[in-house]
């Protein structure tokens, strides 16, 4: 079966640095998705790797490596506002989206 | 920029009634897609379209159908709801189907 393992919550301090891990096991891989949810809203896109390396966007980054079939999604300098869950969505070799089931990050003063 | 828009945003809804949820996007995008979301859950997809005039299952397509009679609009409808149904319903969109997907605010619905 298809498999997004991400852990179910985690706490950090304001300014400090997270990362948030996220294996997957699926059938083909097309790219990796990471989004941010914030309660009661819609997920938005965060960003994309299809390449191993890291891709850097502000105070987020996200790594990738295929063949571990690992990602990794770094936010620093925590601010508030990062208190979310953050979803890692894989596309297979059927360019279907399989999603984790979400990190909820809490910021703490 | 409406985006994409999804309407109502809430219902309470006796089991056995059927009801439509309403979906628009005006980003002519060709993919979009239909996801429900339940608390300990990922995102499950129900069904899907990657253009107009086709259709797909998803991963729990049981209970639900869509149509994409044109880019803008793709409509899901429950039959005959029941309580399990009762959940969060998001409706996206994306240019393909391997591309950043936009979402709409999302349907809460509740079935008595």
């Known amino acids: 079966g298809q498999n997004i393992d991400q852990p179910t919550e985690m706490t950090a301090t304001e300014g400090a640095i997270v990362q948030i891990n996220c294996t997957y096991q699926?059938?083909?891989?097309?790219?990796l998705f990471w989004y941010q949810q914030h309660a009661g809203e819609a997920p938005t896109f965060l960003s994309y790797?299809?390449l191993d390396g890291l891709e850097e966007k502000g105070r987020f980054s996200s790594f990738l490596s295929r063949s571990k079939g690992y990602s990794y999604l770094l936010l620093k300098e925590l601010q508030m506002k990062d208190s979310a869950s953050y979803l890692c969505?894989?596309?297979?070799?059927?360019?279907?989206?399989?999603w984790g089931a979400g990190t909820k990050l809490i910021i703490k003063p | 920029t409406a985006g994409i828009t999804q309407a109502p945003t809430s219902q309470i809804l006796a089991a056995g009634r059927s009801m439509t949820l309403r979906c628009t996007q005006d980003?002519?995008?060709?993919?979009m897609y239909w996801y429900r979301q339940d608390l300990g859950l990922g995102l499950r997809l129900i069904h899907y379209?990657?253009?107009?005039?086709?259709?797909g299952k998803g991963e729990v397509p049981d209970g639900y159908s869509v149509s994409r009679a044109n880019t803008d609009d793709f409509p899901l409808t429950l039959a005959s709801a029941v309580p399990s149904q009762t959940s969060v319903y998001f409706c996206?969109?994306?240019?393909?189907?391997?591309?950043?997907?936009?979402f709409g605010q999302g349907t809460r619905l509740t079935v008595v």
């Open positions: 996206a969109s994306s240019v393909t189907a391997n591309t950043e997907a936009f």
């Open positions: 980003m002519r995008h060709n993919a």
């Open positions: 379209s990657n253009t107009a005039g086709t259709t």
């Open positions: 699926t059938s083909g891989f097309n790219g």
């Open positions: 790797n299809v």
């Open positions: 969505a894989v596309t297979d070799s059927n360019y279907q989206l399989i």
